[in-house]
């Protein structure tokens, strides 16, 4: 199986929904543990990385393309 690739400030799709309705999650932390943002009403969680790769559907928007776009 691939390894989702993802970097800090992506904005990123999991499996399910946040509470609020919107399922885009902002990567702003990483480590041990990764924190992500929800993009609708802004709540941050922190959740172990093996969870979180577990729970991660699909990157929707890299950073990464995000720099190269505005440059």
């Known amino acids: 199986m691939e390894k989702k690739q993802y970097q800090l400030g992506d904005i990123v799709q999991m ?9 885009e999650m902002e990567i ?11 993009v609708g009403c802004k709540h941050s969680v922190l959740v172990p990385r093996t969870k979180f790769e577990s729970k991660l559907k699909k990157v929707l928007r890299s950073n990464a ?7």
């Open 15 to 23: 499996k399910k929904p946040h509470p609020c309705g919107t399922n």
């Open 65 to 71: 393309q995000a720099e190269e776009e505005s440059s």
């Open 28 to 38: 702003i932390r990483m480590g041990m543990d990764i924190r992500i943002k929800c």
